[in-house]
């Protein structure tokens, strides 16, 4: 049996004036001064997030408004950044998005949360993988859980059935080569390991 070398990495989401406040759009200089400042880590840089808030009718009300303005900001990333898109509209967890995201070459972030399906319920079945990676975050229902229990000393939510489906989803990832990138909440920060 032989050894794997696990690198540590760090991931981060980009800045919330971008994502959330100009959707994008007119973002030019704070995308250049984030990716200039996130040089800093070299090769321990892991994937960046474009972290979405849900959007509602008044602003980006279709699948097609957000496309129209992810396009173009994908084109202008340099191709060397490793990119990873989180989006709260479970709606649009389709083939049309996951067909725009591999030809920029960006992961969807497949998640464990309460208030999103997991990979194995998409209502639409598509291929989600989107990059020469993969990116999940467990989250899971922190609210549900801390209504439940304020001490962490035991078993509260037994998940092993969900475990065996994300085993069976990382064995998939593992025979197409995939890097594996997985990240659990814990409220501070969050550090990757390589795959």
Known sequence: MGTQHIA???STTFPQVITHE???VDCEAERDQFLETMDILGEKLGPLVLQFPFFDRWRLPKQRDFLAVLGPFLKKVP???KLAIEIRNR????A???DLLRE????LV????????????????FDFVTADFAYVR???DRKGIEEQTTTWDKTVVDRRSDLMNWVELFRQFVSRNLKLFAYTNNHTQEMVRER
């Open 8 to 10: 540590e990495m760090w």
């Open 104 to 107: 920029h070459k960006v992961a």
């Open 79 to 81: 191709a060397d950044r």
């Open 138 to 140: 467990w989250l899971g």
């Open 91 to 94: 709606t649009w967890l389709d």
């Open 110 to 125: 497949l998640r464990d949360l309460s208030s999103m399906p997991r990979p194995w319920e998409f209502k639409e079945k």
């Open 96 to 98: 049309v998005l996951a």
């Open 22 to 24: 100009k959707v994008l």
